[in-house]
Nanobody, 121 residues
Framework: QVQLQESGPGLVKPSQTLSLTCTVT??????????WNWIRQPPGKGLEWMGT???????DYSPSLKSRTSISRDTSKNQFTLQLRFVTPEDTAVYYC?????????????WGQGTQVTVSS
């Protein structure tokens, strides 16, 4: 059974970089045709896709966040990581990692439980 677990700081100061890691167990992030996503949900709002890294390491980002977002991976640890630069209080959200054998994030088969990140001084 594939499981995903987000980890990282729960509080980040404005203008700093938010870094979160998703650890995948029960399966490999390099499995052919698997896609791994970062998604967030601000308070009172819907889910927002942030970006994807695929089985080969190729990345794709939301146009609205592309200038501030980087997704990378460590295949030796079976992890993929989100970095969001120059955060503001509007980046406060529950952050999820998700993935599976479909390129569309909405249809991700596997989801982490989510981690609350608050941006505040």
């Amino acid at each position: 059974q594939v499981q995903l677990q987000e980890s990282g700081p729960g509080l980040v100061k404005p203008s700093q970089t938010l870094s979160l890691t998703c650890t995948v167990t029960g399966g490999s992030i390099t499995t052919n045709y698997y896609y791994w996503n970062w998604i967030r949900q601000p308070p009172g709002k819907g889910l927002e896709w942030m970006g994807t890294i695929d089985y080969g390491g190729a990345t794709d980002y939301s146009p609205s966040l592309k200038s501030r977002t980087s997704i990378s991976r460590d295949t030796s640890k079976n992890q993929f990581t989100l970095q969001l630069r120059f955060v503001t209080p509007e980046d406060t959200a529950v952050y999820y990692c998700a993935g599976g054998p479909t390129p569309g994030w909405v249809d991700s088969k596997y989801w982490g439980q989510g981690t609350q990140v608050t941006v505040s001084s």
